[in-house]
């Protein structure tokens, strides 16, 4: 146990409102692109699946996030809660972005986290399909950064 580590509220078990709450500082922290930043939200020890990478622990997290970041570019992520039970929340969501060539894709997914008793997630297992999309099609517009509040989110968008 890493017992020094400061809690990250909203912490377990879960309500819906503490659910939804988490969710969106996640989307937030992701939406920073601040791979350091994000880290500190999972376990030293967190594990990830992600696509087909298996991440262990936040040194790799900082790594695989910084390629992701360095590969999408323009990336602008939406999160909304699926489902959640006692430590463990599920969420869908899509991102844009565009490649270096200035091919946009939308990417769609769901994971699935698990979290310890500080409220940190000390796992997180991700499923990820990309759709080639046009620029015209792209549906998130806002400046870089943080979804601003009155932003519609997936199910408002049809997605």
């Not at 990336?75 to 991102?95: M, Q, S, T």
């Not at 091919?103 to 986290?113: A, K, L, T």
Request: include cysteine; proline fraction near 6%; charge should be neutral.
């Amino acid at each position: 146990m890493h017992t020094n580590i400061e809690p990250r509220p909203p912490l377990p078990p879960f309500t819906r409102e503490s659910a939804v709450k988490k969710v969106r500082l996640a989307e937030d922290g992701w939406n920073s692109r601040d791979a350091a930043k994000v880290s500190l939200a999972y376990t030293p020890d967190s594990r990830w699946r992600n696509r087909a990478e298996f991440v262990n622990g936040r040194e790799e997290i900082v790594q695989m996030l910084s390629r992701k970041w360095a590969k999408e570019l323009e990336y602008r992520l939406i999160k909304e809660l699926w489902a959640f039970d006692g430590n463990r929340i599920a969420v869908r969501y899509a991102y844009e972005w565009h490649d270096d060539s200035g091919n946009w894709f939308r990417s769609y997914g769901n994971e699935n986290w698990e979290f310890d008793e500080r409220g940190l997630m000390a796992r997180r297992f991700a499923c990820i399909n990309d759709l080639p999309i046009r620029e015209e099609e792209r549906l998130f517009r806002w400046p870089q950064g943080r979804r601003p509040d009155d932003h519609p989110g997936l199910s408002d968008l049809g997605l």
